[in-house]
Nanobody, 115 residues
Framework: QVQLVESGGGLVQTGGSLSLSCTVYRSSGSINYMGWFRQTPGNERELVAEVGSGDMVNYTDSVKGRFTISRDDANNALWLQMNSLAVDDTAVYYC?????????WGRGTQVVVSS
């Protein structure tokens, strides 16, 4: 059983910062992948940042240099520090975890960036 709970979303002005967190509740199993995705109305969910095995880290081009993903296995948490936010970053942000071949999604947290 795995449950993901995101928090930290909200309303911020252009250029501002937010820090998202994803808390993982699980009874067993290893984690081989975690990532942040985002989705806007009418669009598919897209990758924002990911961290895999061997400390592999990857960002989508539009957030490179502005967002930082970090993983805290000791506390079962995934973080996304978002700086220099732009209107185009407005979306619902979701946390994804893979344990083996099984994906688990959180319910999302809304981020709104106003101009």
């Amino acid at each position: 059983q795995v449950q993901l709970v995101e928090s930290g979303g909200g309303l911020v002005q252009t250029g501002g910062s937010l820090s998202l967190s994803c808390t993982v509740y699980r009874s067993s199993g290893s984690i081989n992948y975690m990532g942040w995705f985002r989705q806007t109305p009418g669009n598919e969910r897209e990758l924002v940042a990911e961290v895999g095995s061997g400390d592999m880290v990857n960002y989508t081009d539009s957030v490179k240099g502005r967002f930082t993903i970090s993983r805290d296995d000791a506390n079962n948490a995934l973080w996304l520090q978002m700086n220099s936010l732009a209107v185009d970053d407005t979306a619902v942000y979701y946390c994804l975890l893979r344990s083996g071949d099984i994906p688990y999604w959180g319910r999302g947290t809304q981020v709104v960036v106003s101009s």
